[in-house]
Nanobody
């Protein structure tokens, strides 16, 4: 059974940093894409970053490019999202997701079949 568990969310002031973790189990971690999504109140869930080990493909949404970094620790089956220079508009529930994708391209929620439960990030002005 595929399982994804996010952690690391919290409340920070604008300009601060957080590192989210997504621990994966139940599937071949190296063969699947991992995407990070977020959903703000009243808005659709959007992909903000993606990483595919097999192809080295990495992608960031324009809204987070240069501030967020996705990385992976194979030994821990964990994908991280380092978030720096946080802004109030980054406030959202953050989710990791996985599916067998060969490259990253700003996918939608329909491209991912397995999801974590989400972790709340709140950035105050």
């Amino acid at each position: 059974e595929v399982q994804l568990v996010e952690s690391g969310g919290g409340s920070v002031q604008a300009g601060g940093s957080l590192r989210l973790s997504c621990v994966a189990s139940g599937f071949s971690f190296d063969d699947y894409a991992i995407g990070w999504f977020r959903q703000a109140p009243g808005k659709e869930r959007e992909e903000i970053s993606c990483f595919v080990t097999t192809t080295g493909s990495t992608w960031y949404a324009d809204s987070v490019k240069g501030r967020f970094t996705i990385s992976k620790d194979n030994a821990k089956s964990t994908v991280y999202l380092q978030m720096n220079s946080l802004k109030p508009e980054d406030t959202a529930i953050y989710y990791c997701a996985t599916d067998f994708l060969l490259y990253c391209a700003g996918w939608t929620i329909s491209n991912y079949g397995s999801w974590g439960q989400g972790t709340q990030v709140t950035v105050s002005a």
